[in-house]
């Protein structure tokens, strides 16, 4: 989502991806946060670690859904500048 807000290339796959963002953003308030596949995983795991469903180091899988939720504020800002935006991109020329 974040190359085709920066590429211009805003078509119905983009909002399908804003679409699936959004039913995940619902779904883990839903949870409090917590994805409910990491609640059905701590079922069949004695692990207590924060990575221990996913495949990133401990001190990174603390951050995804900060890292993760700026990327898409960013992307949704960016997009959001680009359909406001005066400018037309026409092929390789810029009109304003």
Request: charged share 15%; glycine share 4%.
């Amino acid at each position: 989502m974040l190359y085709a807000a920066i590429a211009n290339k805003l078509d119905v796959w983009l909002w399908i991806g804003y679409g699936f963002v959004s039913l995940e953003a619902i779904i883990l308030l839903t949870f409090r946060f917590v994805c409910p596949l990491t609640l059905i995983a701590r079922k069949y795991s004695n692990s207590t670690k924060e990575n221990f469903a996913i495949y990133f180091p401990n001190w990174l899988s603390k951050y995804t859904f900060s890292i993760y939720t700026t990327i898409y504020l960013y992307d949704r800002s960016y997009h959001h500048h680009l359909s406001t935006s005066k400018s037309t991109n026409i092929g390789k020329y810029h009109v304003d």
